[in-house]
C-alpha cells in the first residue's frame, strides 16, 4: 500500500527492517515494485531498484513484470529506469502474449512507445496470442502517432491479420478512424483491375 500510494517515507521505514520482505507479493502477485511502477512513483521505484532482495523483472499472476504495469500506464520516467537494468527483459509477454511495448501502443502511450522503439531487443511486430500486433491495437483504437511510428519501422506489416483474419485496416475502417485509415492506405481489392 505504501508503495503503490506514494508513501515514500513510510517505504523508506518498512526498508529499514529487516522483518520486511520489499519483494513479497499480494494474493495478485503484485510486487511492491510492480504498484509502485504502474502508478508512476519514480521515488518509490528508485528506492526499491536499490535493493538487492528485489526482482525488477517479477511477474504478476498474469504474467506481467513491472515494465509492462509502467509501459501500459504511459509512465515514461519508470519505464526509462526499468530499462537501465540489465535484469529487466523488455519483451517479457504476459499471459496472453502482450508485451510492455504491445501494451504502450495498444494503449497510445507515444512516449512510451518513442522509448522501446530506440531499443534493439524491442520486436514492434510482435503478436499477442491472438495475432494482434501492436499496429493492430493502435489502429483500431485510432492512435494515429502511434500508428505513424510503427508504419516507419521495417518489419511492420500494415496488412497482417491477427487469427480471425481481421486486419489493422479492417478496424481503423470499422472504427471510422479516418487518419489512421490514411496512413494505412486504401483497402486492397479482391478483383484484379482490369484497365
Known amino acids: 500500500m505504501a508503495a503503490s500510494n506514494r508513501h515514500e517515507r513510510v517505504v523508506k521505514i518498512l526498508l529499514e527492517r529487516d522483518d520486511v520482505n520489499p519483494d513479497q507479493p499480494n494474493n495478485d502477485g503484485r510486487t511492491p515494485l510492480r504498484a509502485a511502477a504502474e502508478s508512476g512513483h519514480e521515488g518509490v521505484v528508485k528506492m526499491l531498484l536499490e535493493r538487492d532482495a528485489i526482482n525488477p523483472d517479477k511477474l504478476d499472476n498474469k504474467g506481467q513484470t ?84 510503427l508504419l516507419a519501422r521495417d518489419g511492420v506489416s500494415p496488412n497482417k491479420p491477427d487469427i480471425y483474419g481481421e486486419t489493422p485496416l479492417f478496424w481503423a475502417l470499422k472504427n471510422g478512424h479516418k487518419g489512421v485509415i490514411a496512413l494505412l492506405g486504401p483497402p486492397k481489392s479482391a478483383a484484379p483491375s482490369m484497365s
Not at 85 to 110: I, L, Q, Y
Not at 119 to 137: A, M, Q
Open 66 to 149: 513491472p515494465l509492462w504495469g509502467a509501459a501500459y500506464n504511459g509512465h515514461h520516467g519508470v519505464v526509462k529506469m526499468l530499462l537501465g537494468r540489465d535484469d529487466v527483459n523488455p519483451e517479457k509477454p504476459d499471459n496472453k502474449g502482450r508485451t510492455p511495448f504491445w501494451t504502450a501502443a495498444s494503449a497510445g502511450r507515444e512516449a512510451v512507445v518513442k522509448i522501446l522503439l530506440e531499443r534493439d531487443d524491442v520486436n514492434p511486430h510482435k503478436p499477442n496470442i491472438n495475432g494482434r500486433t501492436p499496429l493492430w491495437w493502435a489502429a483500431r483504437d485510432g492512435y494515429e502517432e502511434v500508428v505513424k511510428m
